[in-house]
Nanobody
Framework: QVQLVESGGALVQPGGSLRLSCAASGRIFDINAMGWYRQAPGKQRELVAGITNGGSTNYAYSVKGRFTISRDNAKNTVYLQMNSLKPEDTAVYYC??????????????WGQGTQVTVSS
């Protein structure tokens, strides 16, 4: 079992930046992909960004050029740097640990979620 703990969510003004962190513990295989999902009220959870062990990344079209995912395997931590935030980025953001090496694999574990609110 893998435990994921997110941090960094906050209230931020449009155009602002936030950095989310997700620390993983437990039975971790650092070859597995990790990623960030988000869920806004009344909407389905969606993949925001994924990253493989080798650093290959994938982003939702709506965040390309504004968000950057990275990972530090030595610290078992994945990050999401979010710039130029928009009100439509408001959601609960969840860290995900995939069951395989690809971010197209199934999800093995979820974090508890961290709230990001973009509002003036």
């Amino acid at each position: 079992q893998v435990q994921l703990v997110e941090s960094g969510g906050a209230l931020v003004q449009p155009g602002g930046s936030l950095r989310l962190s997700c620390a993983a513990s437990g039975r971790i295989f650092d070859i597995n992909a990790m990623g960030w999902y988000r869920q806004a009220p009344g909407k389905q959870r969606e993949l925001v960004a994924g990253i493989t062990n080798g650093g290959s990344t994938n982003y939702a079209y709506s965040v390309k050029g504004r968000f950057t995912i990275s990972r530090d395997n030595a610290k078992n931590t994945v990050y999401l740097q979010m710039n130029s935030l928009k009100p439509e980025d408001t959601a609960v953001y969840y860290c995900a640990y995939f069951s395989g090496t690809s971010y197209y694999s199934g999800i093995d574990s979820w974090g508890q979620g961290t709230q990001v609110t973009v509002s003036s």
